[in-house]
T-cell receptor, first 115, second 114 residues
């Protein structure tokens, strides 16, 4: 059973417009959410995160919104640039009580920025 | 800093063969992780380590073994390769195991078992 869902396998957006990537989760114990970006033949790289005590976090062109009641988060990229073409993974985590707080990943959304 | 490095980049194995995937980090991170990513799926945690000599299972540990003799290295061993282990394997590291601490990923090893 998938606990983190990215229902859009791909998204095509024109350069300069806004890209909105969506993510839903089912486990109400998750309290920290992250977005990772991945280029082909490379490992994922951290992009932005948000704690469950916030509803918005902004970093330059990237903003993540969290709607806890709907168990939904979204990543907004404004304006979209050609270098943003990549696979974006949504991930969620909770306090493990010891050891490591593992990450649960969605399947990813392939964002394609059209010139 | 090279960050997290993985070798080999690609490998084809026959059923029943064994191999070790190498992972090294030069950031002096305490925590290291192994993930696998199957086609069209998200990453799943195989094993992790909280420091030299200490390892623990993740979500999908069956068919794998790990060891952590130094801070820098965290090899993943496949003893009897099976087609179900065809995947891309990513190693990652972080300074702490806290969920707010960024995990840094290596470039991955693409493994095919025929």
């Amino acid at each position: 059973d998938q606990q983190v869902k990215q229902n859009s396998p791909s998204l095509s957006v024109q350069e300069g417009r806004i890209s909105i990537l969506n993510c839903d989760y089912t486990n109400s114990m998750f309290d920290y959410f992250l977005w990772y970006k991945k280029y082909p033949a490379e490992g994922p790289t951290f992009l932005i995160s948000i704690s469950s005590i916030k509803d918005k976090n902004e970093d330059g062109r990237f903003t993540v919104f969290l709607n806890k009641s709907a168990k939904h988060l979204s990543l907004h990229i404004v304006p979209s640039q050609p270098g943003d073409s990549a696979v974006y993974f949504c991930a969620a985590s909770m306090y493990s009580g010891g050891g490591a707080d593992g990450l649960t990943f969605g399947k990813g959304t392939h964002l394609i920025i059209q010139p | 800093n090279a960050g997290v490095t993985q070798t080999p980049k690609f490998r084809i194995l026959k059923i029943g063969q064994s191999m070790t995937l190498q992972c090294t980090q030069d950031m002096n991170h305490n925590y290291m992780y192994w993930y696998r990513q199957d086609p069209g799926m998200g990453l799943k945690l195989i094993y992790y380590s909280v420091g030299a000599g200490i390892t623990d299972k993740g979500e999908v540990p069956n068919g794998y073994n790990v060891s952590r003799s130094t801070t820098e290295d965290f090899p993943l061993r496949l003893e009897l390769a099976a087609p179900s282990q065809t995947s891309v394997y990513f190693c990652a590291s972080s300074y702490t195991g806290d969920r707010t601490d960024t995990q840094y990923f290596g470039p991955g090893t693409r493994l095919t078992v025929l």
